[in-house]
């Protein structure tokens, strides 16, 4: 069964968790690296760990793994065997189960809040690039070399245990219809799909997001729809527009309102006026069901998502 509906059964709103790979940069980790986050899983695995135990705490219904840019080329470019890479991505889901199963059996008070779940990271073939394509969606690659460089990393992480595909940061309705390709040789997985926003109405490519979700709304194994790492001016248009064509749970999870620069690699240290918990209402009064945090969000912010929530 869908892992989603199972939840949006019973709760009104599902809180996913917040930024993994500047968590990390919080606890000291150095991810200036074309293998971002990804590089962590190879070096410091207890620090994911401890980054997934504080969203957890702080009350999210979802971890995202750390497997967005863990490629098994990106590691075999790196000097891993296939088997050593395979492992790390596995591992990837491994982690954030076990740290949710010790974290739920701890727990005394279940009754406010479903297990949670683990979302495998598939991040979208830009990440891989490292170059900020994935902002861009200006690959010059077929739809035929899409699904390859997706398929067998989706197998892995579909045998690792994952609950559901964190389908996330797509620039283009292309690389969508890939994944979903892919998807129907997986016929039991769900996934969500979430583009990477330019504006208030258009994908990174340039794609009304509109066209998208009437696209997506078709895909029987597409659980939900929406937007992450992008800026949160823009998110409550863009929920109003996928509504408009689909009738799948809107899924946002945007970054605090800082610009990333993806040449530099560095953030400005602008952010919203606005407090992204007070955002966080209003995306959900606009409709949306589903709703985290991406780069530069923390748990603190998961925290007072659960404050106004969970009342």
Not at 202 to 228: F, M, P, T, Y
């Amino acid at each position: 069964m869908n892992p989603i509906e199972q939840i949006m059964s019973n709760f009104p709103l599902m809180i996913l968790d917040g930024a993994m790979a500047t968590e990390l940069e919080n606890y000291g980790c150095d991810l200036n690296d074309g293998l971002w986050s990804a590089k962590i899983l190879l070096e410091n695995p207890e620090m994911i760990k401890k980054v997934h135990l504080d969203y957890f705490q702080a009350g999210a219904d979802c971890a995202i793994t750390a497997s967005y840019q863990a490629t098994i080329k990106g590691y075999k470019d790196r000097g891993l065997t296939e088997e050593e890479a395979i492992g790390l991505i596995q591992m990837s889901v491994q982690i954030a189960a076990e740290v949710r199963d010790e974290f739920w059996t701890e727990l005394e008070d279940k009754s406010n809040r479903p297990k949670p779940l683990i979302a495998a990271s598939v991040g979208p073939y830009g990440a891989f690039l490292s170059d900020g394509s994935e902002y861009r969606g200006d690959y010059a690659v077929s739809e035929d070399e899409l699904i390859a460089f997706h398929k067998e990393r989706i197998r892995v992480l579909v045998e690792a245990g994952a609950d559901i595909l964190a389908c996330e940061t797509i620039p283009c309705l292309a690389e969508a219809k890939a994944i979903a390709k892919v998807l129907k040789e997986f016929p039991e997985v769900y996934a969500w799909f979430s583009f990477s926003a330019k504006d208030g109405s258009h994908i990174s490519e340039g794609q009304r997001i509109s066209d998208c979700a009437k696209w997506l709304d078709g895909v029987e194994q597409a659980a939900a729809i929406g937007i992450n790492c992008s800026a949160p001016q823009y998110i409550e248009s863009l929920i109003k527009e996928v509504k408009s064509q689909s009738s799948k749970p809107v899924i946002v999870y945007p970054n605090s309102g800082e610009e990333y620069d993806a040449t530099s690699k560095t953030w400005s240290e602008e952010s919203s006026l606005t407090p992204f918990s007070a955002n966080t209402q209003r995306w959900h009064e606009a409709g949306a069901q589903i709703i985290g945090g991406c780069c530069k969000t923390s748990p603190e912010d998961i925290a007072a998502i659960t404050a106004w929530a969970r009342k």
